[in-house]
C-alpha cells in the first residue's frame, strides 16, 4: 500500500529563514506528487505538483521541490520565510494509474516567528 | 468561478445517529472525492465519484456511503455514528479526462460526535 511520511510534525523557524521539510513516499511504481498548505482559517490548496521531467519543481509563494526518484522523496524548499507562510504543510501522493485518489503525509506545522 | 463549497460548516450528533453532508463541486469539474482529516492528520480517502458512480474507495467500512447527482454535486452519508468519526471532511472536485485532474478543496465540514 502506498504511504507518505513527513518527517517533521512541527517547525518553527524565524523570518528570513531557509526552510525544508522532508517528504518520502512508498510505492513502487508512476506517482505524481504534490504539496498542499492550509492557512490558518483557510483551504487546503495547491503549493506545487510533479508529474514528470524536471524534478525540481517551483510553485506559487516562492516554494520549490526536488524529486529524487532514488530516495523516494519530494521535498519541499524556500530560501527565505515569511511570518505569511505560518501554515500547516502536507504531502501527498497518487499513484499514476489511480485517477486522483490522494496519500497525505501527516502534515508539518510551520510557525514563522516575526 | 465558484469554488467547492460544502455544508453544513458544523455538526454536533450522537453516537448512533446517521448524518448526510453535502458538496458542491466547482464549475466544470465532474469528480468528487471525500476525505476525512482527524484532528492533527492529513486528510485519509473515503471515495470517488465520476459520473454518478464510485470509483474507487479507502479503507472505510460500507456505513460511510456517498451519493453523486447529475449537476455533479455530491453526498456523503455516514450511518450509526461513532466517537472515531469525529474529524473534519473535506470535499474536493475535479475535472476527469485531463494529464492530472488537480483536486481543489472546499472548506470542510467539522463533524462532532458526542
Known amino acids: 500500500a502506498q504511504s507518505v511520511s513527513q518527517h517533521n510534525h512541527h517547525v518553527i523557524l524565524s523570518e528570513a529563514a531557509s526552510l525544508e521539510l522532508g517528504c518520502n513516499y512508498s510505492?513502487?511504481?508512476?506517482?505524481?506528487l504534490f504539496w498542499y498548505v492550509q492557512y490558518p482559517g483557510q483551504h487546503l490548496q495547491l503549493l506545487l505538483k510533479y508529474f514528470s521531467g524536471d524534478p525540481l519543481v517551483k510553485g506559487i509563494k516562492g516554494f520549490e521541490a526536488e524529486f529524487i526518484k532514488s530516495k523516494f522523496s519530494f521535498n519541499l524548499r524556500k530560501p527565505s520565510v515569511q511570518w505569511s507562510d505560518t501554515a500547516e504543510y502536507f504531502c501527498a501522493v497518487t499513484a499514476h494509474n489511480q485517477g486522483g485518489k490522494l496519500i497525505f503525509g501527516q502534515g508539518t506545522e510551520l510557525s514563522v516567528k516575526p | 468561478e465558484t469554488g467547492v463549497t460544502q455544508s453544513p460548516t458544523h455538526l454536533i450528533k450522537t453516537r448512533g445517529q446517521q448524518v448526510t453532508l453535502r458538496c458542491s463541486s466547482q464549475?466544470?469539474?465532474?469528480?468528487v472525492s471525500w476525505y476525512q482529516q482527524a484532528l492533527g492528520q492529513g486528510p485519509q480517502f473515503i471515495f470517488q465519484?465520476?459520473?454518478?458512480?464510485?470509483?474507487g474507495r479507502g479503507n472505510f467500512p460500507p456505513r460511510f456511503s456517498g451519493l453523486q447527482f447529475p449537476n455533479y454535486s455530491s453526498e456523503l452519508n455516514v450511518n450509526a455514528l461513532e466517537l472515531d468519526d469525529s474529524a473534519l471532511y473535506l470535499c474536493?472536485?475535479?475535472?476527469?479526462?485531463?494529464?492530472?485532474?488537480?483536486?481543489?478543496f472546499g472548506p470542510g465540514t467539522r463533524l462532532t460526535v458526542l
Open positions: 510505492y513502487g511504481g508512476t506517482v505524481n
Open positions: 465519484y465520476y459520473r454518478e458512480e464510485e470509483n
Open positions: 464549475s466544470g469539474h465532474n469528480t
Open positions: 474536493a472536485s475535479s475535472s476527469r479526462g485531463q494529464t492530472y485532474n488537480e483536486q481543489f
